[in-house]
């Protein structure tokens, strides 16, 4: 297997083909925009309890708790990932303190 570099025009078409991946902190503000909009529109004047707006209303509030989970899952992983970023500088801390 060589070491070499792709060429441009190869790594265009790669491009193209897979997409940019949407960091997290991205995905956060698209996922809280996306729940704001839901809100809106689930609790928007135009629906009066009346059967010819509880299907649409409820189908809004489906999809705003569904976004709502997504998001809590989002935020969980941040916490994780900024627990193990602590831990793994408190261990650097440590070592560097044992090797005086």
């Given amino acids: 297997m060589s070491n070499s570099t792709v060429p441009p025009e190869e790594s265009q078409d790669n491009a193209a083909a897979s997409p940019k991946k949407i ?6 503000r698209m996922t809280s925009q996306l729940i704001r909009t839901l809100h809106k529109r689930s609790t928007a004047h135009r629906f009066k309890p009346s059967p010819d707006t ?6 809004y509030a489906r999809a705003c708790i569904a976004a ?9 992983d941040s916490e994780i990932a900024e627990l193990e970023k602590r ?14």
């Fill in 23 to 28: 960091s997290r902190d991205e995905l956060e």
């Fill in 68 to 76: 709502i989970q997504a998001y809590g899952g989002l935020l969980k």
């Fill in 87 to 100: 831990i793994n500088e408190l261990e650097q801390l440590k070592e560097g303190r044992n090797r005086q």
């Fill in 54 to 59: 509880d299907s649409p209303r409820l189908q």
